[in-house]
T-cell receptor, first 114, second 111 residues
Framework: AQSVAQPEDQVNVAEGNPLTVKCTYS??????LFWYVQYPNRGLQFLLK????DNLVKGSYGFEAEFNKSQTSFHLKKPSALVSDSALYFC????????????WGAGTKLIIKP | EADIYQIPRYLVIGTGKKITLECSQT?????MYWYQQDPGMELHLIHY???????EKGDLSSESTVSRIRTEHFPLTLESARPSHTSQYLC??????????FGPGTRLTVL
């Protein structure tokens, strides 16, 4: 069965420190991996995706994510957190086996403290 | 920024009313989706469509129905709203690259 795990319900980081939001996945075949962000009372905004190629993917707002095939992970990172990064972050995966439909993680609440 | 619109943004109605949540996109995407999300919680796919006259139910059982008569339009209808339908409803669309783009959502409250 295909699945996505975001093991942390909440991540707390001090402003200016690096942040990591974790995501692991389980799919058959080659995964397509995505990160989205959701601000309060808003829809989801696409941040970045990995389809193929370089394992390090750069996205919007200074975020990046690293695809690690051996660890089946796709952690979201940012070198220096901003208070405005505080939001809900979702990881998602699709593959041929899911007919390229997105399988979503449960979300991680990121809180950046001044 | 993706061009996908949802109307209304907020709706408060009484039990038993029929409602339609509108979703439109101007990107020419074939695939469209409806998700249900309680505040701060995970997304649940309730309906999707891969093109005109194509609709499928998602993973979460829902009493709502959808139609896809035009590529750009994917409305969701509740024939008789109940308090258990109180939630946020998110519409999304995707093209060949399968990146889904989301509308701002409709927050529904059924009294």
């Amino acid at each position: 069965a295909q699945s996505v795990a975001q093991p942390e319900d909440q991540v707390n980081v001090a402003e200016g420190n690096p942040l990591t939001v974790k995501c692991t996945y389980s799919v058959s075949g080659n995964p397509y991996l995505f990160w989205y962000v959701q601000y309060p009372n808003r829809g989801l905004q696409f941040l970045l995706k990995y389809i193929t190629g370089d394992n390090l993917v750069k996205g919007s707002y200074g975020f990046e994510a690293e695809f690690n095939k051996s660890q089946t992970s796709f952690h979201l990172k940012k070198p220096s957190a901003l208070v405005s990064d505080s939001a809900l972050y979702f990881c998602a995966v699709s593959s041929m086996d899911s007919n390229y439909q997105l399988i979503w993680g449960a979300g991680t609440k990121l809180i950046i403290k001044p | 920024e993706a061009d996908i619109y949802q109307i209304p943004r907020y709706l408060v109605i009484g039990t038993g009313k029929k409602i339609t949540l509108e979703c439109s996109q101007t990107m020419g995407h074939d695939k469209m989706y409806w998700y249900q999300q309680d505040p701060g919680m995970e997304l649940h796919l309730i309906h999707y469509s891969y093109g005109v006259n194509s609709t499928e139910k998602g993973d979460l059982s829902s009493e709502s129905t959808v139609s896809r008569i035009r590529t750009e339009h994917f409305p969701l209808t509740l024939e008789s709203a109940r308090p258990s339908h109180t939630s946020q409803y998110l519409c999304a669309s995707s093209g060949v690259a399968d990146t889904q783009y989301f509308g701002p959502g409709t927050r529904l409250t059924v009294l």
